[in-house]
T-cell receptor, first 113, second 116 residues
């Protein structure tokens, strides 16, 4: 089955700096890669996603890049703000008929004022 | 998302007891999922269902059971066979596009289960 590795597990940046979180996946047939933000005790919320036919997608301060050859994708947050502090999860959806999402273990991002 | 309701928010289980977590959605989504979240472990899939009266085991199904008698409801029972049930449980759903479920999953607010 699919295996998703996420790095780093913790990331601390100064307000205004950029943050980058990286994920690798094992199943070359995976075709959908969402990123979720989870604040403490709350539900994960989708912040951006990318499909395998696209190499990059941007939404204001957030961008995701996908390298299918290397089987890795990354989340980029620019001009970080304290409210960006949360746990971020990447995920990959396998192809085939089951469409399961496999999640990385998460990155705790802390943005220091 | 307001369309997925999980209850209760907090639940306590006694030794040898089965407990049921509720998940209801009014998004008319076809597929529903149950995840378990432990600190440092990310989200792990317990069970999922893509259609009424059908469901499949996920990666950690042992000690859990589900039913899908209605499209909008997907309750999860944590049985006494699950020896380490303390965790945060998240329900999610997604819609079908043609024959594909390749759409974002939306989550409920979760249920935190603890052992008494």
């Amino acid at each position: 089955g699919e295996n998703v590795e996420q790095h780093p597990s913790t990331l601390s940046v100064q307000e205004g700096d950029s943050a980058v979180i990286k994920c690798t996946y094992s199943d070359s047939a995976s075709n959908y890669f969402p990123w979720y933000k989870q604040e403490l005790g709350k539900r994960p919320q989708l912040i951006i996603d990318i499909r395998s036919n696209v190499g990059e997608k941007k939404d204001q301060r957030i961008a995701v890049t996908l390298n299918k050859t290397a089987k890795h994708f990354s989340l980029h947050i620019t001009e970080t703000q304290p409210e960006d502090s949360a746990v971020y999860f990447c995920a990959a959806r396998s192809g085939g008929s089951n469409y399961k999402l496999t999640f990385g273990k998460g990155t705790l991002l802390t943005v220091n004022p | 998302d307001g369309g997925i309701t999980q209850s209760p928010k907090y639940l306590f289980r006694k030794e040898g007891q089965n407990v049921t977590l509720s998940c209801e959605q009014n998004l008319n989504h076809d597929a529903m999922y149950w995840y378990r979240q432990d600190p440092g472990q990310g989200l792990r899939l317990i069970y999922y269902s893509q259609i009424v009266n059908d469901f499949q085991k996920g990666d950690i199904a042992e000690g859990y059971s589900v039913s899908r008698e209605k499209k909008e409801s997907f309750p999860l029972t944590v049985t006494s066979a699950q020896k380490n049930p303390t965790a945060f449980y998240l329900c999610a759903s997604t819609r079908r596009t043609g024959s594909s479920f390749n759409q974002p999953q939306h989550f409920g607010d979760g249920t935190r289960l603890s052992i008494l």
